[in-house]
């Protein structure tokens, strides 16, 4: 089971001496790497126009509150199992003899 985990994307910087910290609260870790790709531009932005010192920083910091039940992960197909007649039909069908 895969369970998730409420994770804040992080962004800080300073402007004229003054610390600033942003959290964006989202529901998965994976969720804040995937918005972290997105706001780049922006941490681009912010660090050449407006961090007055250049000291900038973003991270992802997940907590250890559960966002939301646990997720089963999708049943696969298992290639260990015997082959079925079905496989052996498809395999005469694309010119494969048994």
Avoid at 29 to 55: G, K, S, W
Wanted: charged share 20%.
């Amino acid at each position: 089971m895969i369970i998730a985990y409420y994770t804040a994307l992080v962004l800080g910087y300073t402007l004229d001496g003054e610390r600033i910290v942003t959290r964006f609260w989202l529901d998965s870790y994976e969720q804040c790497i995937e918005a972290m790709d997105h706001l780049e531009p922006m941490y681009d932005y912010i660090a050449e126009n407006v961090a007055t010192d250049n000291r900038i920083f973003m991270w992802c910091d997940k907590t250890s509150v559960r966002s939301a039940t646990p997720l089963k992960p999708k049943i696969r197909p298992n290639s260990l199992l015997p082959p079925t007649s079905a496989h052996f039909r498809k395999a005469e069908m694309n010119g494969v003899s048994t």
